[in-house]
């Protein structure tokens, strides 16, 4: 490192200016004068960014005069800490009128609130180029050159396409305007750039079109040695003549919480302290961002706990879903009323937090293993934003996490790290829209698994519902164990079965200070009690239920069915934009038409109650209506055969010795009738049937059994956003 830092366990910030470029052009008389306005920045930002009250922290006063100055700079900090303002500062000094920032930014969905940001916070001119907002036109293009706007975000695919190069980037013109290149979300350029965003990999050839002066500003919040190592490199810094600026990624007022799964992960159980059995109005759910990578099971877990949320609060839509695949209207709809407190639950993808300020976040969980650790400082960042709020960020992983080496080396390299489910929205052709799922999970770097002994030893059932294994933790010499660059995803598994302290697993790993947060608000390790806020429900014991017998579905029930939830939908939900079968599903509709008669609620109940969002709502009806139904009885059974042992083939005689010419002593030839081969009448197969197995014989079809619990109805979630009027599909 060169340049000037911060020493990387004090925050201290030092004194004066950081250097020029060697490669600058800069008089001395011009530097003099840059130093002399540079002094106005502290009051400048007093007076118009009224939202700082008590002004720029002493960082980010270091990293704008590194931009004017024209020195490259890499600054890591945490989420919230205001690195996006350092973009804004350089703007209130008179030399930077009609100058311009070009800021490039991972995801679509986050350019207009950034956008918005520019304009409300701080007042200057903003606007996002991208495929949503027209593309990349002539218009536009000409207006850039000549300084419409301060700020002007685009995607890495957007800011290297030809037409963007030879329209802006080649233009002397723009070359004169341009103040910096402002790479937000820093360490996307390692972790996605060898993979599924390449362009990322490749910005730093901007500086071939560029004045050399045109420093590059690279921040982020999750900066492990690895990866600094890696935007030197690709962002094409000088290694020795870069301003290089760290406060560490710690949020103090984030509780840290991780736990493993005490009930199946179908089940959704260990999510039911999100929405208590003690819920009697919206504000009882406390505002939450839960992350799940699988926006497939994200809608799943939007319908077990809008089942569980009070049944008059159901149709208020107080658990939505957010992702980059949905539509720019609905997301910003959702995220002002996610805002405002209507909407109390946001299951969503790194769409809904990357870039936004939320300042009142109360709880970030995350549901299974994220991707690394990067990914998981970044989303427990996002809670408690704004001034004196605190709050608890909670993993909820697989019990396999605690079974694996936690510091097993050869893991995956960081830069080859799976592309996440949004869309990149490059160069005018993609639309920001994800394709659902993981969209690969790359590797993990699992390594063989430990057994029951070692995950107990490294808390595999802290945090369970009786609170039994919380305390009695016995720190162990691999909690204290550095922490390899190449650890299994940047030594999340570290941290999950850390038996210290957990924010000293992190300072490990991102060179972070020495924490002095208080046992009582840092961490499960530190205080167990944490435990309290974020238990599961208790598992319950009930006997064991007969299976329902199935038969053949009967057509005209299912078309009853049918009938019924079209009923359902327009009595009910007559303004809602989703189909009737978001109500009651073709599968389910499939399963009860095969059951039978229905005398009492019980058979519905046991397969429906846990499984089908809308029983609490409707399933009352739902048996009234079949009861009257005229439903054929199911066939008997057909009775079981008796297996029976293998028989030997029955003996064969010794023929007479034939004559070299006869042929009427031979045993006949037949067919083998499976796979058409010749073979002797009396030859016995040859077959080899199981120990204990018995012969197969073929029976008709039989009614089945079905288990108690099927297949659960994924209903997709669609209500109105507000509780009486419009709808918008999620």
């Known amino acids: 490192m060169s340049g000037i830092g911060i020493p990387r366990h004090h925050g201290k910030t030092p004194k004066g200016h950081p250097a020029p470029r060697v490669s600058a052009k800069i008089t001395e008389e011009q530097l003099k004068a840059i130093d002399e306005e540079l002094k106005l920045l502290p009051e400048l930002i007093r ?4 939202k700082w009250t008590n002004g720029a922290k002493p960082f980010q006063i270091q990293c704008m005069n590194a931009q004017v100055l024209g020195q490259d700079t890499l600054l890591h900090a945490a989420t919230g800490a205001g690195k996006t303002g350092i973009a804004a500062g350089p703007h209130l000094l008179p030399s930077s009128k009609g100058k311009v920032t070009l800021m490039v930014s991972p995801l679509l969905s986050l350019h207009d609130e950034q956008v918005s940001t520019f304009r409300n ?23 850039v050159v000549e300084g ?15 037409r963007f190069v030879e329209g802006v980037l080649r233009k002397p013109a723009f070359g004169a305007r341009c103040l910096s290149v402002f790479i937000d979300e820093a360490h996307c350029v390692s972790h996605w750039g060898a993979s599924f965003r390449k362009k990322y990999a490749s910005i730093g050839i901007i500086r071939a079109f560029l004045p050399r002066t045109t420093p590059i500003i690279a921040v982020t919040a999750t900066l492990t040695p690895r990866v600094r190592q890696d935007l030197v490199v690709k962002l094409q810094f000088n290694p020795n003549d870069y301003h290089f600026c760290t406060i560490g990624n710690d949020r103090p007022n984030v509780s840290q919480i991780i736990r493993s799964m005490e009930h199946p992960a179908n089940s959704y159980a260990d999510l039911d302290f999100l929405v208590s059995d003690a819920m009697t109005v919206p504000e009882d759910i406390k505002k939450t961002f839960l992350y799940t990578d699988d926006i497939k099971d994200g809608g799943k877990v939007i319908d077990y706990l809008n089942a569980r949320v009070k049944a008059s609060y159901q149709s208020r839509g107080l658990v939505r879903p957010y992702n980059a695949g ?16 209507v909407i109390r639950i ?29 990914s998981w400082v970044q989303r427990a960042g996002r809670a408690a934003r704004g001034p004196r709020k605190e709050g608890l960020a909670v993993m909820i992983v697989e019990k396999s996490a605690f079974e694996t080496g936690a510091l097993t080396a050869g893991a995956t390299d960081v830069v080859t790290a799976a592309a996440p489910t949004e869309g990149r929205g490059g160069g005018g052709r993609a639309r920001g829209r994800g394709r659902g799922g993981r969209g690969g999970t790359g590797r993990r770097g699992r390594g063989k698994g430990k057994g029951k002994d070692y995950a107990e030893s490294h808390g595999l059932k802290r945090g369970w519902s009786r609170g039994a294994d919380d305390f009695g933790l016995s720190p162990l ?71 329902i017998r199935k038969g053949p579905a009967v057509d005209s029930v299912r078309e009853a069915l049918f009938n019924w939830r079209r009923e359902i939908k327009k009595k009910h939900f007559s303004h809602a934009l989703f189909a009737p079968h978001a109500i009651l599903d073709d599968a389910t509709c499939e399963l009860l038409a095969s059951i039978g008669p229905i005398d009492t609620i019980a058979p519905l109940q046991q397969l429906l109650q846990s499984s089908w969002s809308r029983w609490n709502e409707f399933g009352q009806q739902l048996f009234e209506y079949m009861h009257k139904l005229p439903i054929p009885p199911l066939p008997a059974p057909a009775p079981r055969k008796k297996a029976t042992a293998p028989q030997p083939p029955p003996p064969t005689s010794t023929p007479s010795t034939p004559g070299p010419s006869s042929t009427a002593s031979l045993p006949a030839k037949r067919t083998h009738p499976t796979h058409g081969t010749a073979h002797d009448t009396d030859a016995p197969l040859r077959t080899r049937p199981r120990p204990g197995a018995s012969t197969y014989t073929s029976q008709p079809t039989t009614p089945q059994r079905l288990s108690a619990t099927p297949t659960p109805t994924h209903q997709y979630y669609a209500m109105p956003l507000t509780p009486s009027t419009s709808d918008g599909h999620g």
Request: with cysteine.
């Open 47 to 50: 007076t118009h960014f009224t």
């Open 121 to 143: 916070e701080f007042g200057l001119k903003a606007t996002a180029i991208n495929s949503a907002n027209g593309g990349c036109t002539n218009e536009i293009m000409a207006k």
């Open 148 to 162: 419409e706007w301060q700020i002007v975000m685009l995607s890495p695919e957007m800011l290297l396409s030809r």
């Open 326 to 341: 949905m539509s720019r209207e609905y997301r910003a709809q959702v995220m002002e009323l996610f805002k405002s407190g």
């Open 346 to 374: 946001l299951v969503c993808t790194d769409a809904a937090g990357m870039g936004c300020d939320i300042p009142d976040i109360a709880l970030v969980v995350q549901w299974k293993l994220p991707q690394n650790l990067s």
């Open 477 to 547: 010499a691999d909690s204290e164990a550095e922490i390899p660059v190449d650890a299994p995803a940047e030594g999340l598994y570290a941290l999950v079965q850390a038996t210290t302290c957990r924010r000293r697993i992190l300072a490990r790993v991102f060179r972070n200070a020495e924490p002095t947060v208080p046992k009582e608000s840092c961490c499960d390790v530190c205080n167990p009690k944490l435990f309290d806020h974020t238990r599961p429900s208790k598992p319950c014991r009930v006997a064991r239920q007969k299976g």
